[in-house]
């Protein structure tokens, strides 16, 4: 039997309330296809550092090291500044094991309901590949003058010419791999003066080593207007850091709900684990109360399954989700029209996964 050591995050909020009904989906996977998850917990989060003053223990990296795959929920609590959050746990995760690949589906499911009404499952269809590592999430920079008149702040993005181009190279490839035509890239290189025409610069390179495929340019604004117009558009995007994030929560608002949105955090050449988390937060709004939905969480499980090689378990686990989402009389979530808890839809997607 295939065993899997899963590093299991929960992180805060609901990460907690949707990171069971993921398990119990993956539960259902490994008696349906003979293989074994070990889950081994971790429950760092703002709680950690509240009482510890850190988000994890010092050899935090280390200890999720050996494990095959990480599962995280959401990382942010009110209370603890959110630079300290991200910085304290996901972007060190997200550094240390190099998953400078943020892939970001973005497609209309069955049965939901997207805010531009014409819209049908297909027309919406689409992959945010955004770079993970570099760019405008950046520690560099500082203060000066702090509470004169002449108070000054820099934040510097970096952008290396080998994060630049493995990004766009993955992005094509993926094209390629996916039969998709088209690639379009995220800038803003009339407004910003040195990174973005780089990272035209490289786009255009690594391009031309793709003929096959076409491609765009787009500043980010027009491009934020053509996702909500447009959306049936665009094959495969890529941004930067900063950008692709704007993107796969506008991508998903225009689908109709951010809840069901997942995303892995590739090492594509697999030499450390990769993180699959939801798109949304911690939702301290309706954390507690068992009714956020945990699509993205299970679907985040999903990316994973093809990620360990497990192709036909993930497409089986999407399946499901799709399956429960068409039928009117499955339970939904508030955020899809419904009164069902998270437990009740986490439920339906593992019974249909059982089939
Ligand atoms: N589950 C994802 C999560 O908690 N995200 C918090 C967040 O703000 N992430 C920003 C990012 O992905 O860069």
Redesign the pocket.
């Known amino acids: 039997m295939q065993e899997y050591e899963l590093a299991v995050l929960p992180?805060?909020g609901i990460?907690n309330e949707v990171m069971p009904e993921a398990l119990r989906v993956l539960d259902v996977v490994g008696a349906k296809y003979g293989v074994r998850f070990g889950y081994r917990h971790f429950d760092w989060s703002c709680e950690t550092y509240k009482s510890t003053g850190a988000m994890m223990p010092p050899d935090g990296l280390a200890r999720l090291r050996d494990h095959d795959a990480i599962l995280?929920?959401?990382?942010?609590w009110p209370g603890v500044p959110?630079h300290i959050?991200?910085w304290g746990l996901?972007?060190p995760i997200?550094r240390e094991f190099d998953q400078y690949v943020?892939l970001r589906p973005v497609r209309l499911l069955p049965g939901v309901t997207p805010p531009v009404r014409d819209k049908q499952p297909g027309d919406i269809d689409f992959w945010v590949v955004?770079e993970?590592t570099e760019g405008e999430?950046s520690q560099l920079g500082g203060r000066q003058g702090e509470g004169t008149p002449t108070e000054m702040v820099l934040q510097t993005a970096a952008f290396t010419r080998r994060g630049t181009d493995r990004i766009m190279r993955y992005a094509f490839e993926l094209a390629r791999e996916l039969g998709k035509p088209h690639v379009t890239s995220a800038t803003k290189s009339n407004g910003i003066y040195h990174s973005m025409p780089y990272w035209d610069e490289r786009f255009a390179a690594i391009a031309a080593e793709y003929p096959e495929i076409t491609v765009d340019q787009d500043h980010i604004d027009i491009l934020c207007a053509r996702f909500v117009m447009s959306p049936e558009r665009f094959d495969v995007v890529v941004a930067s850091?900063?950008f692709g994030?704007i993107l796969?929560d506008l991508g998903p608002g225009v689908t109709g709900t951010i809840g069901v949105a997942p995303?892995g955090?590739i090492n594509p050449e697999r030499t450390y684990p990769s993180t699959f988390?939801?798109?949304?937060?911690?939702a301290p709004d309706i954390a507690g109360k068992g009714i956020a939905n945990p699509i993205?969480?299970i679907w985040s499980a999903a990316m994973m399954l093809d990620h360990l090689g497990l192709a036909e378990a993930g497409a089986d686990v999407v399946a499901a989700i799709e399956r429960v989402l068409a039928d009117a009389s499955a339970p939904r979530t508030p955020d899809l029209g419904g009164k069902a808890t998270t437990e009740d839809l986490g439920r339906a997607i593992a019974e249909a996964v059982r089939g």
């Open positions: 992180g805060d990460g995280l929920g959401a990382v942010g959110d959050s991200l996901l972007l997200r943020n955004r993970n999430y850091n900063l994030d796969s995303s955090n988390e939801p798109v949304h937060g911690s993205g969480q």
